[in-house]
């Protein structure tokens, strides 16, 4: 089996080619991947190359598959597998496998024959070992993909703690009915992050979501409303911090009595947002920094005072686990939480190389890559202009136009059936 893949060398070093797949052994799956969403974690590992921890360090010798946010088919299932396993099955993958063997080891990172940007890839045995290959139910790609990242939001939810006055039980989860503030967050985790803090299992009462840039605020609040948020039960504000002289009291100004917040979350590697963010903190406040810096030096000052006397204190996490993959995954199935609004881009499996490079400097939310297709990254809200002169682009923009401005199932079908075929 032939398959297409970008594969990674090395420091920006990045090939998209075409190449023989090994025969599965009786403990292996071949599959076929339909989308992959890009992920930050990606562009650092191209940029850091060998020496991120979770690429192999031959890699200029046996280059690794880079993505690790996909979807697609089952196509034959090796012997071991098959009471678990058939061919057909949708399926996605929790890339964190915790092997003891080797805990940095992840599909889309240290793997030859697996990653999400191929045309096809050999699944290895530890990924069901690990209890790390989920069969998939919905009828959308692009849904599957985004299970990914909002199990990383579901596990960024699940990873905050809380505590008893005068017990040392550690209450797990956000404070439900609480105060919660998303800082930095209307990028693509922080509007997963409003979507699982308005519709899912465990709620805050009032929920303040922050950033600098006024468009993107405005698109947030165009989606996630002030009203749906009321329906819920949730008090919601949005702020441009820019726009404010002094943040923290702003901010502090919307709980009751300035008590602070029990839930807060930083989205980007700034200090003096880390900062703000320690100072906003409630009497048990945990504030959780979800964004993961470049910089191994990254760092920032925390009032130890509050620490001791009021119990503050920090959480982080770099991605979910199995857990909350299934718990993703059950509330997408069921419908209650709909990660859409994250997907701002598409683009077919040649736009992947230069896209993942510049990642950071591309405005927007999440960049959805269809592996089967030759398309450049294109931003959705683009789609009328770009239907002017492109009838493809044309007849995309009227179905997203019906559907809120959002992508969707029939616009993923008609952009498959449409596209020119990648070689």
Same mark, same amino acid.
């Given at each position: 089996m032939k398959t297409t893949a970008v594969r990674l060398y090395g420091k920006r070093d990045l090939r998209l080619e075409t190449f023989e797949l090994p025969p599965i052994r009786d403990d292996e799956i071949l599959a076929k991947i339909y989308s992959d969403s890009l992920c930050m974690s990606s562009y650092k590992a191209a940029e850091q190359g060998p020496d991120h921890k979770r690429i192999p360090a031959d890699v200029g010798e046996n280059p690794i598959m880079l993505g690790h946010e996909f979807c697609g088919e089952l196509l034959e299932v090796g012997a071991k597998w098959q009471d678990q396993f058939k061919a057909g099955d949708r399926f996605v993958i929790q890339p964190a496998l915790n092997d003891p063997k080797d805990p940095y080891a992840a599909p889309g990172y240290s793997f030859q024959y697996i990653g999400g940007n191929a045309t096809h890839i050999v699944i290895p045995s530890i990924v069901m070992e690990q209890n790390c290959l989920m069969t998939y139910t919905g009828d959308a790609w692009y849904y599957g993909s985004l299970t990914e990242p909002m199990s990383c939001i579901v596990g960024g939810f699940n990873v905050n703690y809380h505590t008893k006055l005068g *017990?040392?039980?550690? +209450?797990?989860? +956000?404070?439900?009915?609480? !105060?919660?503030? =998303?800082?930095a967050g209307v990028g693509p985790m922080g509007l997963g992050s409003i979507e699982l803090a308005l519709h899912g299992p465990k709620k805050p009462g009032l929920l303040v979501v922050t950033d600098i840039d006024t468009a993107r605020l405005e698109r947030a609040a165009s989606i996630y409303t002030v009203e749906e948020a009321k329906r819920q039960g949730i008090e919601l504000h949005y702020v441009n911090t820019a726009l404010v002289e002094d943040a923290v009291s702003h901010l502090r100004a919307f709980t009751k009595d300035d008590d602070g917040f029990d839930d807060v979350y930083v989205f980007a590697p700034v200090r003096q947002i880390v900062e703000e963010a320690d100072r906003m =903190?409630?009497?048990?406040?945990? =504030?959780?920094f979800f964004a993961g810096p470049t910089k191994t030096?990254? *760092?920032a000052a925390m009032n130890f005072y509050n620490v001791h006397y009021? !119990?503050?204190h920090l959480a982080a996490n770099s991605g979910g686990n199995a857990d909350d993959m299934l718990i993703t995954v059950d509330l997408m199935s069921r419908g209650e939480i709909d990660p859409t609004a994250m997907l701002t881009?598409?683009?077919g499996l040649d736009?992947? +190389?230069?896209?993942? =490079?510049?990642?950071?400097? +591309?405005k927007g939310g999440k960049k959805l890559i269809y592996t089967h297709i030759k398309l450049p990254l294109t931003a959705i809200d683009d789609l009328p202009k770009l239907g002017k002169t492109d009838p493809l682009m044309r007849a995309l923009g009227e179905i997203v136009e019906r559907s809120n401005g959002l992508w969707s199932k029939e616009a993923e079908d008609y952009l498959l059936t449409h596209a020119e075929p990648i070689a």
């Open positions: *017990s040392y039980e550690h +209450i797990m989860g +956000i404070k439900e009915g609480g !105060n919660m503030a =998303l800082l =903190l409630a009497r048990d406040g945990c =504030l959780n030096d990254f *760092s009021q !119990n503050t881009h598409i683009g736009a992947v +190389i230069d896209t993942t =490079l510049d990642l950071p400097n +591309i």
